[in-house]
């Protein structure tokens, strides 16, 4: 590996040659029980992972262009789990609930009317937006530094021309709260834009059901249009909005202890608007991919994995599960890790903060343990990492609330890659971590090979590591070959190839 990389374009990285561990796993691995580290790791290859997210696209382009839930994408992505799981002789539970749903039935449209020249605006509706089509001046609400909080009190409004578009700045507040105020002060549409380069790609959350039309600008874009004068614009939006069914898929291992349980997580759930096939392609197949060469393990400890339905639509499925459990279900769990974006083009091997060292906020105890396990699985391969926040932004969230300690990996979304992240991963600095996020060019090409199969394996040691022995997280005892080295070198995944 190669942190001492001097800096390459970000296309020359993606068609980097993969690592040896990439291989096409060799027949052997079919039958193998691959219960070291060594074995394991060697099973787990690209080649693998990559066929799983080759059928995520194909599905997605059979299916309107994506795996939301809700749509027939993803009911096509759960068949085709379940059907791997069972025929590596999971026992597998796929769990159906309910949730709200938002469907964007054609593009909103944002149009300049006057003054001249007219045109559309590029916009990215909020998902829970109302359904309209006002044509209408533009108020725009004062912004930063101004006010911090643009929006998020009723005040703000004083004086608001009833009829009109809002146009607010991004925060102090959530989208819906501004969303709120503004159809609370007589506005017939309302457009935030961002507060930071970047599209904004935001949720007015499930629970927002007002009929008014919400949109988002960039920055730039909204700070143009609010210096206009005598702003007049027309903003439609299409979209339906309700309940649907959707699942979870659940398989664990006939072996281990069930008082000791060890939980994998990956969303399965793309959003409306593209394949998501970093988001949240590569969590999910490299854990399936990790379950399927872990087949025929018999564990110390019951593995239970999981691929979470509704995520997108703010961590549904998973809320569901944990939230569905008796006390005595989640104090069976050991531990929970969570792989969200694993693969991003232009990426940063980021560790989930469970000491709170850079950012404060530390997981449930135990959280730290896991931390370390991944920073050491990178630094004996020579490389940095780096922790990133608990932000609560996926499936960890519920685990977190109810004191499971979790950890997991990252590797970038809408932030942007620093000079600094530049020198020690590559890439391109000033640019998205994952330009794709959220967007319909998140495909089988947005993916970084090399991280991808370095993250598939840690995601496999780090399983199977847990699958053995807890000792380390929750003092319960395990299996001595697995039991947490002093001297990391001369052990199975810390081994440095
Ligand atoms: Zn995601």
Redesign the pocket.
Known sequence: MDTKRTTVSLAVMLALPLLASSAAASPACANRVNNTQAKLLECVTLDAVREHQMVFQEIADANGGNRASGTPGYDATVDYLAGELEDAGYDVTIQAFEFQTFVNLSPSLLELVSPAPAGPVANSIFSYSGSGDVTAPVAALAAPPADPTPGCEAADFAGFPAGSIALISRGGCTFAIKATNAYAAGSSGVVIYNNAPGVLNGTLGTDFALAIPVTSVTQDVGQQLAATAGLVMRLKTDVFSGLATTYNVLAETRNGDPGNVIMVGA?LDSVDEGPGIN??GSGSAAVLETALQMAKVKPRNKVRFAWWGA??SGLVGSRHYVNGLSDEERDDIALYLNF??IGSPNYVRFVYDGDGSAFELEGPPGSDVIEAFFERFYAVRGLESEPTQISFR?DYAAFFDFGIPFGGLFTGAEGIKSVEQEAIYGGVAGEQYDPCYHLVCDTIDNVSLEVLDLNADAVAAATLQYAMNTQAVNARKGKGNFKPPKDMENLGAWKVR
């Open positions: 969303h988001d949240n995520e997108e969200d974006m996926s």
